[in-house]
């Protein structure tokens, strides 16, 4: 079974930009939850995504969006970059079934570098 | 509110000595407990997982935890360290019930000498 899958792996942008990043979940899985990942801040929520709805939210400013598809694909967005949104975001999917556990499955990450 | 709370930024532990990583949450109900640890340049991989039963729980790779409720503890060990076992270390608590949002704490660099 492929794991969960995230593009690109590598971007960088500048101030002011959009960035829109891409999840492809485990097949099968229908929750899909993203973090950013920095040195100082350590793993922080973002949302989470289940059946196309967005069921938690993190405490981030509204330049942080998302949405998932009826396929359980995922996307996030950031506008007007910052230079403190560099960053390793990470996507993770859950079976979100009746036997699931809290479990996530972790994509590699997308680096984001804004200059 | 949920937190996690991993006391050691960066642990130095020479190969084949024991190892134990702290971890203490604050969680309202029941905790689901988790230890995740990543590699450079990788996502995170489960270690092991705590939801009900035996407190003591194995995991990946040789390691263990053990839950402690009176403690609010979830302390990662392993008795022998490898050098492939350098990596950054995250305990993570997560919902029983509900919207998922699992919290995350800034996580352990462990460093293996030879």
């Known amino acids: 079974k492929a794991g969960v899958t995230q593009t690109p792996r590598y971007l960088i942008k500048t101030r002011g930009q959009q960035v829109t990043l891409s999840c492809s979940p485990i097949?099968?899985?229908?929750?899909v939850s993203w973090y950013q990942q920095t040195p100082g801040q350590g793993l922080q929520f973002l949302f989470e995504?289940?059946?196309?709805?967005?069921?938690n939210k993190g405490n981030f400013p509204g330049r942080f969006s998302g949405r998932q598809f009826s396929n359980s694909r995922s996307e996030m967005n950031v506008s007007t970059l910052e230079l403190g949104d560099s960053a390793l975001y990470l996507c993770?999917?859950?079976?979100?079934?009746?036997?699931?556990?809290?479990?996530?499955?972790f994509g590699e990450g997308s680096r984001l570098t804004v200059l | 509110a949920q937190s996690v709370t991993q006391p050691d930024i960066h642990i130095t532990v020479s190969e084949g000595a024991s190892l134990e990583l702290r971890c203490n949450y604050s969680?309202?109900?029941?905790?689901?407990l988790f230890w995740y640890v990543q590699s450079p340049g990788q996502g995170l991989q489960l270690l092991l997982k705590?939801?009900?039963?035996?407190?003591l729980v194995q995991g990946i790779k040789g390691f263990e935890a053990e839950f402690k409720r009176s403690q609010s503890s979830f302390n990662l060990r392993k008795p022998s360290v490898h050098w492939s076992d350098a990596a950054e270390y995250f305990c993570?608590?997560?919902?029983?019930?509900?919207?998922?949002?699992?919290?995350f704490g800034a996580g352990t660099r462990l460093f293996v000498k030879a």
């Open positions: 993770a999917s859950s079976p979100r079934t009746g036997s699931d556990t809290g479990e996530l499955f």
């Open positions: 995504y289940f059946s196309e709805t967005q069921r």
């Open positions: 969680y309202g109900a029941t905790p689901y």
């Open positions: 705590y939801f009900s039963g035996d407190t």
């Open positions: 993570a608590v997560g919902p029983s019930t509900g919207g998922f949002k699992t919290i």
């Open positions: 097949s099968g899985h229908r929750s």
